[in-house]
């Protein structure tokens, strides 16, 4: 088994949005990073300045390294 790194980022495949579809889902994304903030925020910075380590991520069992399928 392949042994991630501390800080790993996720990928998420988009279809092909227009300006007006990309911006709603921004303003969307922003929501969500508000009240995800607004919900969790101080037990994020609580967790900080403990010194703990965040939860491990587990790996997606699709993912394959190999897999060059990607349009990227």
């Given at each position: 088994?392949?042994?991630l790194?501390?800080n ?25 990073q ?21 939860a ?5 069992p699709?993912?394959?390294d190999?897999?060059?399928s990607?349009?990227?």
């Amino acid at each position: 088994m392949k042994k991630l790194p501390a800080n790993c980022v996720a990928l998420v495949a988009l279809p092909a949005l227009n300006a007006r579809e990309a911006e709603a889902l921004i303003d969307l994304l922003g929501q969500l990073q508000g009240a995800l903030w607004d919900t969790y925020g101080d037990a994020i910075a609580h967790q900080a300045d403990d010194g703990q380590q965040p939860a491990p991520v587990a790996p997606s069992p699709t993912a394959d390294d190999n897999d060059d399928s990607s349009a990227f």
